[in-house]
C-alpha cells in the first residue's frame, strides 16, 4: 500500500505564531491520536492568510477516514475554502534525500 501524504490549506486570520500553538494546543493533542498518522507539520502563512497541514498517513484508508472527520470538523468552525491534495510518497527517495517518514527515525 505504501505511505500517504496530505496536504489542507485554507484561508485564515490568525492567530499566528506563539499565539496559534497555545490556542491550538488541545487540538494538536487530539489529532495526534488519530489512527494510522504518523505526524502532522502545521503550516502558517500570516501574509497571506492562510494555514494548513501535511501529514503523513501509514495507509489510504487511514487518509480517508481522517480527511472525512476533518472537513466535518474544519466547516464547524466555519472554514471554508478548504484545499485538499493526496499524494503517493516515494519512500526510496525521500530516504536519500533525509526525509523522515517517521518519528521512530527522527533524530535532533
Given at each position: ?96 534525500t533525509g526525509g523522515k517518514l517517521n518519528w521512530g527515525t527522527f533524530s535532533?
Amino acid at each position: 500500500m505504501g505511505l500517504k501524504l496530505l496536504q489542507i490549506n485554507f484561508p485564515f486570520n490568525g492567530p499566528w505564531g506563539n499565539e496559534m500553538a497555545q490556542a491550538y494546543s488541545e487540538l494538536a493533542h487530539k489529532l495526534s491520536e488519530t489512527p494510522g498518522l504518523l505526524w502532522k507539520i502545521w503550516i502558517e502563512n500570516s501574509h497571506d492568510g492562510e494555514t494548513g497541514g501535511i501529514y503523513l498517513f501509514e495507509d489510504a484508508s487511514s487518509l480517508d477516514t481522517f480527511l472525512t472527520e476533518h472537513i466535518t470538523r474544519l466547516k464547524s468552525f466555519g472554514i471554508e475554502n478548504i484545499s485538499t491534495k493526496q499524494f503517493d510518497v516515494n519512500e526510496q527517495l525521500t530516504q536519500i534525500t533525509g526525509g523522515k517518514l517517521n518519528w521512530g527515525t527522527f533524530s535532533s
